[in-house]
């Protein structure tokens, strides 16, 4: 009886731990080894990447080298870890739990949204540096609302549905590489000037490991707010900067907001065209809190769905004593 079920690891009750935790008990370091890591890949950069004179080819390929050297390094090591622990299933969840994070960046929204609200725009500018890699000395309320929903909604796809699913595919050891991958491919990011070749490489590992969670993520939100919509917004912006599943969760975004999303943004003064998606009003402060409440929404729908494979599983082995 329900035979599959006894196959179930571990992870999903450990996914379920790290769920919560990162919901309620929130650590002030929660990311620090992480912004360790980002601070050695500044300067890696710096010493193998010193300008943009070189050929794009040598560019790429000392990017490609940087990026296997910065990934599959701390994973052996990590790795070796594994080899002498007598407790592995204890570094699983710890590592689950540190590369998801906290909810930082959704406090850093809401404060933008308040400031916006007191039409304190210079104010909210400057409280969004961290959520925004894009120019902002020239957006206004709306342009800053609008980017800070899609960093928001871009955000929780990939550093918690994400990384969920990378745990649940190869425990520990795979969302450690996913998470380091996503590390390296933001601090080396390609849409800015001085990275747009060493990037590279890091850029594309990083889209098609984002691409699960991109896609998860949007379905949760289409099932939350209508698929039809979504599907709509998504058919209708046809192809262009933005890849599919980016394009599929902005289209969701927009649709469950009641918004207009996407179209261009200035990284470096560089002007980059991407799709509009929606046909409703501009975003403005109120829309950065509404999109905070379907994320949390979006979080609240993992628990149920991790607590329902725990409460499965606890009740198939009841069934079979």
Request: glycine letters at 6%; proline letters at 4%; one cysteine or more.
């Amino acid at each position: 009886m329900m035979s599959w079920l006894a196959a179930v690891p571990a992870w999903p009750a450990m996914a379920l731990l790290a769920l919560l935790l990162s919901r309620l008990l929130v650590l002030p370091g929660a990311r620090a080894p992480f912004s360790a890591f980002a601070v050695i890949l500044q300067r890696l950069a710096k010493k193998v990447h010193p300008d943009i004179k070189r050929s794009n080819f040598q560019q790429q390929l000392s990017g490609t080298l940087a990026l296997l050297l910065v990934v599959l390094v701390p994973l052996a090591i990590v790795y070796g870890v594994y080899l002498v622990s007598e407790l592995p299933l204890v570094l699983d969840a710890i590592m689950l739990y540190f590369c998801l994070g906290s909810r930082r960046c959704l406090q850093q929204g809401a404060t933008v949204a308040v400031s916006l609200q007191r039409h304190q725009l210079t104010l909210a500018k400057e409280q969004a540096a961290t959520l925004l890699l894009r120019d902002r000395a020239n957006l206004s309320a709306m342009g800053l609302s609008k980017a800070c929903i899609e960093s928001l909604l871009q955000q929780q796809a990939a550093n918690q549905v994400a990384s969920l699913c990378w745990f649940l595919a190869g425990g520990g050891l795979l969302v450690l590489a996913y998470t380091l991958l996503q590390t390296a491919a933001r601090q080396w990011n390609s849409k800015l000037p001085h990275y747009r070749y060493f990037g590279r490489t890091a850029a594309y590992c990083y889209q098609l490991a984002l691409a699960p969670g991109l896609i998860i993520s949007a379905l949760l939100l289409a099932i939350q707010t209508g698929i039809i919509g979504a599907w709509r917004y998504f058919r209708l912006a046809g192809p262009g900067y933005l890849h599919r599943p980016a394009r599929l969760l902005l289209a969701a975004g927009a649709s469950g907001l009641g918004v207009k999303l996407g179209g261009p943004a200035y990284y470096a003064a560089n002007k980059i065209l991407r799709q509009r998606l929606g046909a409703g009003l501009e975003p403005s402060d109120r829309d950065i809190l509404r999109a905070i409440m379907l994320i949390n929404a979006q979080q609240t729908a993992l628990i149920i769905l991790f607590s329902s494979m725990l409460a499965l599983y606890i009740a198939s082995i009841l069934l079979l004593t």
